[in-house]
């Protein structure tokens, strides 16, 4: 089997408008009505477990709440929670991020981590901090959503939900949004989930057996040999393959 070949023509087939739909859930799908990155983060971060219980959560969020002050966000929001989260962690995540938008915007924090040494991991690590660094609030379930400083790639988390992130403020095309600058195009790590990791090996493209953030720079480097300048325009098309159990 030819794999850019599949892989390319995976991506034509998929690359269309209504392959995300009500019929066809993607967390995206509530991500580009809004078309706002702070909005867009909130949904990637609680993109974990069933899509369909993912995009009912956060179909039950009023993202107006960003622009509201402390008190009105936790009267609002004190009886949501999902999964790994209670309702303080939900507030917490909305309070940290308005506060933030007060005083600068994501790509701003993320670019002054990444220009350096042009280092995805260093942006996101940018970014992680500042959230942090509005409240001193802590759980176990927000420091499952929002994640942590990563110094480390073997043994050290995917960063799937963060990288899913990136991956639609950076690309454009019909299922990406491509609200920041396409500078950090070519740099992009791929969002490794279970279906990606496992599609990867089938396909002969990761040999790493540890699912890690090694295991997502491997498959990444592997997909740059198909397309240097845009090896993300794959990861749909790779989740995609093994959600459908195509192979």
């Known amino acids: 089997m030819d794999i850019k070949k599949r892989l390319d023509a995976e991506v034509e087939k998929r690359n269309r408008i209504g392959e995300v739909s009500e019929d066809n859930l993607d967390p995206i799908l509530v991500a580009k009505r809004y078309n706002n990155p702070t909005i867009s983060l909130i949904c990637a971060l609680f993109s974990y477990g069933n899509v369909k219980q993912i995009v009912k959560f956060l179909d039950s969020l009023d993202f107006s709440l960003l622009q509201k002050n402390d008190e009105e966000i936790k009267n609002a929001l004190e009886n949501h929670y999902y999964r790994f989260q209670k309702s303080d962690d939900v507030i917490a995540l909305f309070v940290a991020l308005k506060r933030l938008n007060k005083k600068t915007t994501l790509e701003k924090i993320f670019h002054?981590?990444?220009?350096?040494?042009?280092?995805?991991?260093?942006?996101?690590?940018?970014?992680?901090?500042?959230?942090?660094?509005?409240?001193?609030?802590?759980?176990?379930?927000?420091?499952?959503?929002?994640?942590?400083?990563?110094?480390?790639?073997?043994?050290?988390?995917?960063?799937?939900?963060?990288?899913?992130?990136?991956?639609?403020?950076?690309?454009?095309?019909?299922?990406?949004?491509?609200?920041?600058?396409?500078?950090?195009?070519?740099?992009?790590?791929?969002?490794?989930?279970?279906?990606?990791?496992?599609?990867?090996?089938?396909?002969?493209?990761?040999?790493?057996?540890?699912?890690?953030?090694?295991?997502?720079?491997?498959?990444?480097?592997?997909?740059?040999?198909?397309d240097v300048n845009d090896p993300m325009k794959y990861d749909f098309a790779l989740y995609r393959l093994g959600q459908e159990k195509l192979l």
């Open 112 to 226: 002054d981590g990444y220009k350096n040494k042009k280092n995805i991991i260093d942006g996101l690590n940018s970014v992680i901090s500042c959230i942090l660094e509005q409240d001193s609030y802590n759980s176990k379930g927000y420091s499952f959503l929002i994640g942590k400083v990563t110094t480390k790639t073997k043994g050290a988390g995917a960063l799937k939900r963060w990288m899913m992130f990136l991956r639609w403020m950076v690309r454009k095309d019909n299922i990406d949004m491509g609200l920041w600058s396409s500078e950090y195009l070519q740099d992009l790590i791929i969002p490794l989930d279970t279906h990606t990791f496992n599609v990867s090996k089938k396909l002969g493209l990761l040999e790493r057996k540890t699912y890690d953030l090694q295991a997502a720079i491997e498959l990444t480097e592997a997909l740059k040999s198909f």
